[in-house]
C-alpha cells in the first residue's frame, strides 16, 4: 500500500499562484507515473497533469501553459505549480501514484482544496 498526501491548496485570487505539493510513501518511486487531478462535486476527476520517471510530461487542454508538474524522484515528491489561476480551476485537486507496469497499483490522495476568488 502507497500514502500519496498532497498539500499546499488554499485560497488565492485570480491571476495569482499557487504550488501543490504530493509525497508518496513508496521504495519504487520511480516506478510510478505521478499525477495531478482534479474533481467537482458530482462531477468526474479529469486529469490536470502527468509526470514519468523520467520526466515525460502530460497536460489536460486547459492548462495552456499555465502549470508545470515536476518531480524529485529522490525526495520521493511530486508538484504542481500553478500560474495565472483563474476562478473556473477552483476544484478539489488529488494527487495519485499509478505503478507503470501493474495499473491496478494505482493510489488517490485525500485531495486539497483550491479555491480562486477575489
Known amino acids: 500500500q502507497v500514502q500519496v498526501v498532497e498539500s499546499g491548496g488554499g485560497l488565492v485570487q485570480p491571476g495569482g499562484s499557487l504550488r501543490l505539493s504530493c509525497a508518496a510513501s513508496?521504495?519504487?518511486?520511480?516506478?510510478?507515473?505521478m499525477g495531478w487531478y482534479r474533481q467537482a462535486p458530482g462531477k468526474q476527476r479529469e486529469l490536470v497533469a502527468a509526470?514519468?520517471?523520467?520526466?515525460?510530461?502530460n497536460y489536460g487542454d486547459f492548462v495552456q501553459g499555465r502549470f508545470t508538474i515536476s518531480r524529485d524522484n529522490a525526495k520521493k515528491m511530486v508538484y504542481l505549480q500553478m500560474n495565472s489561476l483563474k476562478p473556473e480551476d477552483t476544484f478539489v485537486y488529488y494527487c495519485?501514484?499509478?505503478?507503470?507496469?501493474?495499473?491496478?497499483?494505482?493510489?488517490w490522495g485525500q485531495g486539497t482544496q483550491v479555491t480562486v476568488s477575489s
Open positions: 495519485n501514484a499509478r505503478h507503470n507496469r501493474f495499473p491496478t497499483l494505482n493510489y
Open positions: 513508496t521504495s519504487t518511486f520511480s516506478s510510478y507515473v
Open positions: 509526470i514519468t520517471s523520467d520526466g515525460t510530461t
